[in-house]
């Protein structure tokens, strides 16, 4: 292991490499290392698809949620009524589902905050199911930046950790809210499973990084550069908890990873029935601008 170039969080030369990965001594966040391509300006240059890869794209995210559905409709609730208050039943709220994929929260919200309109955008247009088009006020991609429409609350649910430049996007996300706005975060935190096989099972550490940590999921935050990056951005943490939460059966994060032994398949399908109570791996938290 040795030190590389400077953490995109805290600015700290102090990054120590394993496998793939980089850990900042400084701030705690593990990132993808090398740092993948800005993906934010790719997608904004992306052309518009054909029908074929349209239907390409929405048979991905439909099987998405096949396989999700139920844990996504149940994360969905949690986020929704720990960022929202009984009194926000009544009132019409302007929401923003950033990043928001196949469009499912729509549902959500719908089911529990009648009042409340839902846009949604995402780097990827097509991945909007048709099925959720009613539901959600799409705003493309290329024109976010542009669109003056202002939110009661944005929503970013697992989308935090997707960016090559979460900072600058979150302070960009500042300027999209109403006065007395805020943003909801649901994010994977680091954890003692993302360090603690290193010396003993290092090719063992190395697949569980593999299945967790890359060019989609290129940062996974620590309590200290997850609160540093919101204060970054301009913004303070009103209210946070950590937990356990997965979207997904353990076979999909153990395929990912490449483990095969029907041992250790066994242990990894055992950690996340345990999960709730040995490992807190995301982190919950409402973020309020700064005065």
Known sequence: MKDCETCKV??????????????????????????APLREVNFLERPTLTAEEHERIQKIWLDWYIKSGD???????????????EEDRQKNLV???YGGGGGQFALIMRSLFPKAFT???????????DMNKALNKQILFKDFNSDQTKFDIIFMNDVYEHLSEPIKVLSALREKLKPGGRIFIDTPRKFWLYSSLKKIAPSLQAKILRGTVDHDHQQIWSLKSFNLSAEKAGFCVRKMKTLSEYTQPPAYYLDGMGIKNPILRMAGSIFI???P??????????????K
Request: hydrophobic share 45%; with cysteine.
């Open 10 to 35: 805290c600015g700290s030369k102090n990054l120590v490499i394993f496998a793939h990965t980089a850990t900042c001594k400084n701030c705690g966040v593990l990132l993808n290392y090398p740092y």
């Open 71 to 85: 844990r996504n409709h149940h994360n969905f609730t949690s986020m929704a009524n720990f960022a929202l208050s």
């Open 95 to 97: 929401v923003l589902d």
């Open 119 to 129: 846009y949604i955008v995402d780097m990827q247009d097509d991945a909007l199911l």
């Open 273 to 275: 029935y345990m999960a």
């Open 277 to 290: 109570w040995i490992a807190k791996n995301k982190i919950m938290a409402i973020l309020q601008p700064m």
